[in-house]
T-cell receptor, first 113, second 111 residues
């Protein structure tokens, strides 16, 4: 069973607020990912990290930022939330290079009003 | 051209039939291939992975990989209504840290 956790599961917040979505894994995986997914739509990679102090932007441009100070922790921050940020955010992790499976957290469903 | 192409469906099959899901990819450097299942409102969960050309079977599921044709498929035998979900194919490369997902095929198994 995968040990990757996201908090909060659901978040409703007002426009302009700063938010941080938490993601932690206890598997010691080097690689971590953030995906954005609207209902019924495809997964879009917005950020990834291949180790401590390494972060890269994904294929979909995002106004969010990430940090990787510890192996197990990969938080995502929105400095000023907007309604266009309403979506589901999925965190994942995997071991080693690009050829290993990814384990997903349960997701954070964000609604900006 | 998108890196991973999947028919969005829905693919509708009767209970007990074989469901066949297909995926093509554009990068010949791809080395590992994954099939994930995603129920509505839930996170993707891994069903199978395949690295070598040919077939790989696990219970009711069979993954087929043809690197020359850049094609990977998933067969679900004896389909059940509980198999109704979106199936995502994904690929990774040893030289890359990214895992690329297709847009998914929605499968509907009719009782």
């Amino acid at each position: 069973e995968a040990d990757i956790y996201q908090t909060p599961r659901y978040l409703v917040i007002g426009t302009g607020k700063k938010i941080t979505l938490e993601c932690s894994q206890t598997m010691g995986h080097d690689k971590m990912y953030w995906y954005q997914q609207d209902p019924g739509m495809e997964l879009h990679l917005i950020h990834y990290s291949y180790g401590v102090n390494s972060t890269e932007k994904g294929d979909l441009s995002s106004e969010s930022t990430v940090s990787r100070i510890r192996t197990e922790h990969f938080p995502l921050t929105l400095e000023s939330a907007r309604p266009s940020h309403t979506s589901q955010y999925l965190c994942a992790s995997s071991e080693g290079q690009g050829d290993t499976e990814a384990f997903f957290g349960q997701g954070t469903r964000l609604t900006v009003v | 051209q998108k890196e991973v192409e999947q028919n969005s469906g829905p693919l509708s099959v009767p209970e007990g039939a074989i469901a066949s899901l297909n995926c093509t990819y554009s990068d010949r450097g791809s080395q590992s291939f994954f099939w994930y299942r995603q129920y509505s409102g839930k996170s993707p969960e891994l069903i199978m992975f395949i690295y070598s050309n040919g077939d790989k079977e696990d219970g009711r599921f069979t993954a087929q990989l043809n690197k020359a044709s850049q094609y990977v498929s998933l067969l679900i035998r004896d389909s059940q209504p509980s198999d109704s979900a979106t199936y995502l194919c994904a690929f990774g490369m040893d030289s890359s840290y990214k895992l690329i997902f297709g847009s998914g095929t929605r499968l509907l198994v009719r009782p």
